[in-house]
């Protein structure tokens, strides 16, 4: 069964600081890997979407790596935002005729002014 | 091009009653998923339908069910709610099954059992 873990739960940090959020997962027969953010009360937002065969995706500030063998990803935010506090959320699809992503709890950003 | 719509936003019930959400997927995509979200157990898979079938089910009990239209539009319905179903219900929809695909999410639906 696959499980995907998020660490840290919650993260503080001063503005303009680069951050790496971490994301494990224990099956590594995936098909793609994605990370979401969710602000207060709403839906997810796609950031980033990372194929089972690719090693990394950008997009503007956020670069997202995946290295399936050890079961990890990381998401690295440059110069950090008030506007970037949310909750980030990794989900991974996995083989087997499935369309369902599992989830990670996430990690609660804050960027302080 | 219009994101994911659900409808209602927000919905109080009682226990034991039935509720019926909606969510309109993004024109062109014909798989749609359903998700619920608790503070507890984070967000769980519930079903995914695509050209009118259920393809995939999460482990819910058989209260929740779902269904899609020639439109692609789905309703999830959970019955005798429990206090337990307070939840988010996120839907996300894809233009098809392949993998490569981005799921995008709608706003969910916030019900409320008291």
């Known amino acids: 069964k696959q499980e995907v873990t998020q660490i840290p739960a919650a993260l503080s940090v001063p503005e303009g600081e680069n951050l790496v959020l971490n994301c494990s997962f224990t099956?590594?027969?995936?098909?793609?890997l994605q990370w979401f953010r969710q602000d207060p009360g709403k839906g997810l937002t796609s950031l980033l979407l990372?194929?089972?065969?690719?090693r990394e995706q950008t997009s503007g500030r956020l670069n997202a790596s995946l290295d399936k063998s050890s079961g990890r990803s990381t998401l690295y935010i440059a110069a950090s935002q008030p506007g970037d506090s949310a909750t980030y959320l990794c989900?991974?699809?996995?083989?087997?005729?499935?369309?369902?992503?599992?989830f990670g709890k996430g990690t609660k950003l804050t960027v302080n002014p | 091009k219009a994101g994911v719509t659900q409808t209602p936003r927000y919905l109080i019930k009682t226990r034991g009653q039935q509720v019926t959400l909606s969510c309109s997927p993004i024109?062109?995509?014909?798989?749609v998923s359903w998700y619920q979200q608790t503070p507890g157990q984070g967000l769980q898979f519930l079903f995914e339908?695509?050209?009118?079938?259920?393809?995939n089910k999460g482990n819910f009990p058989g209260r929740f069910s779902g269904r899609q239209f020639s439109n692609s539009r789905s309703e999830m319905n959970v019955s005798t709610l429990e206090l337990g179903d307070s939840a988010l219900y996120l839907c996300?929809?894809?233009?098809?099954?392949?993998?490569?695909?981005?799921?995008?999410f709608g706003p969910g639906t916030r019900l409320t059992v008291t």
């Open positions: 996300a929809s894809k233009r098809n099954r392949d993998r490569g695909n981005q799921q995008y």
């Open positions: 099956d590594s027969a995936i098909y793609n």
């Open positions: 990372i194929q089972s065969s690719q």
């Open positions: 989900a991974v699809s996995s083989q087997g005729g499935s369309e369902k992503l599992v």
């Open positions: 024109s062109g995509h014909r798989s």
């Open positions: 339908y695509f050209s009118e079938t259920q393809r």
